[in-house]
């Protein structure tokens, strides 16, 4: 193994190739991840919905529930602020 200042230069080429074919195959399968986005799109499904559907179900359910809660309660503040400019006029 050659040690360049205290660097073993076989073992990082081991870590950067092994790198760089993890970031190839990333690649691919962001590339099959917009085919499938495409294919749901050609048969009328909303993949802005579909996109925020798969990022709630990988929040842990108590985390889910607690953003669900304030984007309620968000909502209902300009909602109601809205009304309230509304009457006001």
């Known amino acids: 193994m050659v040690q360049v200042g205290g ?3 076989d073992q990082i080429r081991s870590f950067i190739e092994r ?3 993890l970031e190839e ?3 691919g399968l962001g590339e099959d991840i917009k085919e499938v986005y495409a294919s749901a799109k050609a048969v009328g499904f909303d993949t802005k919905v579909m996109r ?3 990022s709630l ?3 842990d ?3 889910r529930a607690e ?3 304030l984007l309620d309660v968000y909502m209902h503040a300009i909602e ?3 009304s309230t400019e509304s009457e006001s006029e």
Request: charged share 40%; hydrophobic share 40%; proline share 4%.
């Open 19 to 21: 790198i760089e074919r």
């Open 7 to 9: 660097v073993a230069g």
């Open 61 to 63: 359910p108590a985390d």
């Open 25 to 27: 195959e990333k690649k």
């Open 57 to 59: 179900r990988k929040l």
């Open 52 to 54: 925020k559907v798969i």
């Open 67 to 69: 953003q669900e809660a």
């Open 80 to 82: 109601g602020g809205a």
